[in-house]
């Protein structure tokens, strides 16, 4: 798990904040680097295609390696194939084809994760889940620190570097997923009962009363196909049974999910950008920001860990949105400065502490909401919904910061974050309600 784990983390920011820089030393303007950083949408909608890959198999590699395998091989393949390909692509030439490989990256790189969840969930019994949840999470930030740090460090002129080095040696480490996928064995696949709970019947009975009594071949897919069986359960279903429990809360808290991270996830579209226009070096962005900034989401994450476990969860809800907004003005303050690597440092802290803190709250939030029958499945949705908005709205920021420029742009970020503190007050509220119901 722990090397699938680093294939898994390797090519997100390689198509993301370090392919940022990329374009922008190919002299690409802010704004279409920002409308470029669209090409993550693909990690949010992935659960869109995630039934076709848990059921389709792929002619002749089937056989060959069994149906995970066979999907993980050609996604680690086809990721490995890409980067080596953006590798040699100038993108100040050829900026349409870079983006094409981009793109193909992502939607390779979210497969991956599909058929890597599936893997490990497979692969191990119950008790073990949590050691090979460890193992992957730690691959995957080993994987983050190479692809942030380490391959801003290898493109950075100033040391003799450039971006097809970069990404030629990125291509080869995906190499340590290949050899994952060699020593991992074929995992016990067990064709599962899909739409047998009572909720499944009556959502697929539902569609089948809204088509057409003659369209008898839509029917019989929805009623027969694996595909369409395994939608039902693995997205419908799920949100159906959200709104049974939480009625017309459950759409407060959609609308707080979706809110929540907007602001750091606007903001962080441009923050490589942002430094590199400020004059730091790339090795000064990957040992400030990529490397100790981890280590400060990481501390931040254990914190909101603590936190929980010790104060109301919505309370440390509120206390991260405040902390992500004002965290976003000391950027603003930043850009009216001169550059500062002792400021850098001081601003990074806060933001990844709080950055940490907010995200590792969300996440226990999260595990309050599931119910046990749709737990993979409705964190799916969780953490679809959690970055939609932000990556939507990102896509705008290079435009943004033409339009304003930096100081206006963190200031507009931070503002952004309202809506998410005004919602966790309304579903703190609710609490205060269904306390005082219980003590009548």
């Given at each position: 798990m722990l090397l699938l784990g680093f294939s898994a983390g390797l090519p997100f920011l390689l198509v993301m904040g370090t392919f940022s820089l990329l374009l922008k030393d190919a002299g690409i303007t802010r704004s279409d680097i920002g409308y470029a950083s669209w090409i993550g949408l693909a990690y949010s909608i992935k659960v869109l295609w995630a039934p076709l890959v848990d059921n389709l198999k792929i002619p002749f590699l089937d056989k060959l390696f069994g149906k995970r395998r066979s999907w993980l091989f050609v996604a680690q393949v086809g990721i490995t194939a890409c980067l080596s390909a953006i590798a040699i692509t100038d993108a100040a030439v050829n900026t349409a084809m870079i983006l094409g490989f981009a793109i193909v990256t992502a939607f390779l790189s979210a497969t991956q994760d599909i058929v890597i969840d599936a893997f490990r969930v497979e692969s191990v019994d119950d008790k073990k889940q949590g050691a090979a949840s460890a193992m992957y999470i730690m691959g995957y930030r080993l994987a983050m620190i190479a692809a942030g740090a380490g391959a801003l460090i290898l493109a950075d002129a100033e040391i003799g570097g450039n971006w097809e080095v970069s990404y030629k040696i990125m291509a080869l480490c995906m190499s340590i997923g290949l050899i994952g996928w060699l020593l991992s064995p074929e995992p016990p696949h067990v064709e599962k009962a899909i739409g047998h709970s009572e909720l499944d019947?009556?959502?697929?009975?539902?569609?089948?009363?809204?088509?057409?009594?003659?369209?008898?071949?839509?029917?019989?897919?929805?009623?027969?196909?694996?595909?369409?069986?395994?939608?039902?359960?693995?997205?419908?279903?799920?949100?159906?049974?959200?709104?049974?429990?939480?009625?017309?809360?459950?759409?407060?808290?959609?609308?707080?999910?979706?809110?929540?991270?907007?602001?750091?996830?606007?903001?962080?579209?441009?923050?490589?950008?942002?430094?590199?226009?400020?004059?730091?070096?790339?090795?000064?962005?990957?040992?400030?920001?990529?490397?100790?900034?981890?280590?400060m989401t990481i501390v931040g994450a254990f914190i909101g860990g603590i936190a929980v476990n010790r104060v109301s969860i919505l309370r440390?809800?509120?206390?991260?949105?405040?902390?992500?907004?004002?965290?976003?003005?000391?950027?603003?303050?930043?850009?009216?400065?001169?550059?500062?690597?002792?400021?850098?440092?001081?601003?990074?802290?806060?933001?990844?502490?709080?950055?940490?803190?907010?995200?590792?709250?969300?996440?226990?939030?999260?595990?309050?909401?599931?119910?046990?029958?749709?737990?993979?499945?409705?964190?799916?949705?969780?953490?679809?919904?959690?970055?939609?908005?932000?990556?939507?709205?990102?896509g705008f920021s290079g435009a943004d910061i033409d339009r304003w420029g930096y100081e206006l742009f963190f200031i507009y970020t931070a503002f952004l974050g309202i809506p998410a503190v005004i919602l966790v007050m309304a579903l703190m509220y609710r609490e205060k309600l269904l306390k005082s119901n219980e003590e009548e």
């Open positions: 019947h009556r959502v697929t009975n539902r569609l089948l009363n809204i088509v057409p009594a003659t369209s008898t071949r839509l029917k019989d897919f929805i009623q027969h196909s694996s595909v369409s069986q395994h939608i039902i359960r693995a997205i419908i279903s799920p949100f159906v049974d959200f709104i049974i429990r939480f009625r017309w809360w459950g759409l407060v808290i959609i609308a707080f999910i979706m809110a929540f991270r907007v602001s750091d996830l606007v903001m962080g579209v441009m923050t490589n950008v942002f430094y590199d226009d400020m004059g730091f070096s790339k090795t000064e962005i990957a040992e400030i920001s990529k490397v100790y900034g981890l280590i440390c809800l509120y206390t991260g949105a405040l902390l992500v907004m004002m965290t976003n003005l000391l950027f603003a303050h930043m850009a009216t400065l001169p550059k500062s690597n002792e400021l850098l440092i001081a601003v990074i802290s806060a933001d990844n502490l709080a950055g940490g803190f907010a995200q590792g709250v969300l996440m226990a939030y999260f595990a309050t909401l599931v119910n046990k029958e749709f737990t993979a499945t409705q964190y799916a949705l969780y953490t679809s919904l959690m970055t939609l908005v932000g990556k939507i709205l990102g």
